[in-house]
């Protein structure tokens, strides 16, 4: 005669609980987007500051300006993302999972939004009237590592160079990681003030500091430089253009060409550039 615990039941949830993730695009609202894209390339034109001449006789000629015109070049990213499984996997299985890989899909394409973003903030930008010729970001606005994290000082002299390029004070960003905010709360030279104010970010009571709303990202999805320094950046929201061909979407289909297996398919066309260096300012952070 068999034991009762042949008897006894198991119960499993019939859905899938998504692991801990980024689950949408931090970076998006923080830069400029265009969704009206078509073709391989996309030109941004820009106009430069003029100045006023002044009139120094009674019906003298008339003096003309030459505005200075730029332009920049967004090339477009394809991005897929794809998960097959058999009928008979489905089978085996309690759940249906076609709809969380759906939502998987589409949170990695909020992730890779960013990375694309990130990846412009220093990159190379492509400018002129074709795009042939190549801007590399401006050394003067880098502040360097100076053997510490991301700091009071170093967000002030932030702020001083935009200030100084006459950058508007609204739609201000930084960019960077927890440790980094985590840096900011451990300094002994912080006023009350400013800690409190930190620590008000940290809790989330606020998210600004310093004129900057604060955006962490995932410490490994923001770059490193050379020496291994954390890249964080402040910048204003026109520094950066994204530019979208094709939104974040997907379709479920059988592949009858693998045995009618199920097809969760995503797929995104995006781009982005760096329009203005004046705009932007790259502090390297120590770890």
């Given at each position: 005669?068999g034991?009762?615990?042949?008897?006894?039941?198991?119960?499993?949830?019939?859905?899938?609980?998504q692991?801990?993730?980024q689950?949408?695009?931090?970076?998006?609202?923080?830069?400029?987007?265009?969704?009206?894209?078509?073709?391989?390339?996309?030109?941004?034109?820009?106009?430069?500051?003029?100045?006023?001449?002044?009139k120094?006789s009674?019906?003298?000629d008339?003096?003309?300006?030459?505005?200075?015109?730029n332009?920049?070049?967004?090339?477009?990213?394809?991005?897929i993302?794809?998960?097959?499984?058999?009928?008979?996997?489905?089978?085996?299985?309690?759940?249906?999972?076609?709809?969380?890989?759906?939502?998987?899909?589409?949170?990695?394409?909020?992730?890779?939004?960013?990375?694309?973003?990130?990846?412009?903030?220093?990159?190379?930008?492509?400018?002129?009237?074709?795009?042939?010729?190549?801007?590399?970001?401006?050394?003067?606005?880098?502040?360097?590592?100076g053997?510490?994290?991301?700091?009071?000082?170093?967000?002030?002299?932030?702020?001083?160079?935009?200030?100084?390029?006459?950058?508007?004070a609204?739609?201000?960003?930084?960019?960077?990681?927890?440790l980094?905010?985590?840096?900011?709360?451990?300094?002994?030279?912080?006023t009350s003030?400013?800690?409190?104010?930190?620590?008000?970010?940290?809790?989330?009571?606020?998210?600004?500091?310093?004129?900057?709303?604060?955006?962490?990202i995932?410490?490994?999805?923001?770059?490193?430089?050379?020496?291994s320094?954390?890249?964080?950046?402040?910048?204003?929201?026109?520094?950066?253009?994204?530019?979208?061909?094709?939104?974040?979407?997907?379709?479920?289909?059988?592949?009858?060409?693998?045995?009618?297996?199920?097809?969760?398919?995503?797929?995104m066309?995006?781009?982005?550039?760096?329009?203005e260096?004046?705009?932007?300012?790259?502090?390297?952070?120590?770890?």
């Amino acid at each position: 005669m068999g034991n009762v615990t042949v008897a006894f039941t198991r119960q499993y949830e019939d859905n899938i609980t998504q692991l801990v993730q980024q689950t949408s695009s931090k970076l998006r609202p923080t830069v400029l987007v265009d969704t009206n894209f078509t073709g391989e390339y996309k030109f941004y034109d820009q106009l430069g500051s003029t100045s006023m001449i002044p009139k120094t006789s009674r019906n003298q000629d008339t003096p003309s300006i030459d505005p200075d015109h730029n332009r920049r070049r967004i090339s477009k990213q394809d991005f897929i993302h794809n998960v097959l499984f058999d009928k008979e996997d489905q089978l085996s299985m309690i759940i249906d999972p076609k709809s969380a890989y759906s939502q998987s899909a589409a949170m990695a394409a909020g992730r890779q939004m960013d990375d694309v973003i990130i990846a412009a903030y220093n990159a190379t930008a492509y400018t002129g009237k074709t795009g042939s010729t190549s801007t590399s970001f401006n050394s003067d606005n880098q502040i360097a590592v100076g053997g510490t994290g991301l700091t009071i000082n170093k967000l002030l002299e932030a702020k001083r160079r935009l200030d100084n390029a006459d950058v508007e004070a609204e739609d201000r960003v930084c960019v960077c990681s927890p440790l980094q905010i985590e840096g900011l709360l451990k300094q002994t030279e912080i006023t009350s003030a400013d800690y409190n104010t930190v620590r008000a970010l940290v809790k989330g009571d606020i998210d600004t500091f310093l004129g900057f709303k604060f955006v962490t990202i995932s410490t490994n999805r923001l770059v490193t430089d050379d020496s291994s320094s954390r890249l964080c950046y402040c910048y204003h929201k026109a520094a950066m253009q994204l530019a979208i061909q094709k939104e974040a979407s997907g379709r479920i289909d059988e592949r009858p060409d693998k045995n009618y297996a199920w097809q969760v398919f995503f797929s995104m066309t995006i781009g982005a550039t760096r329009l203005e260096e004046a705009r932007i300012i790259q502090i390297a952070c120590a770890e």
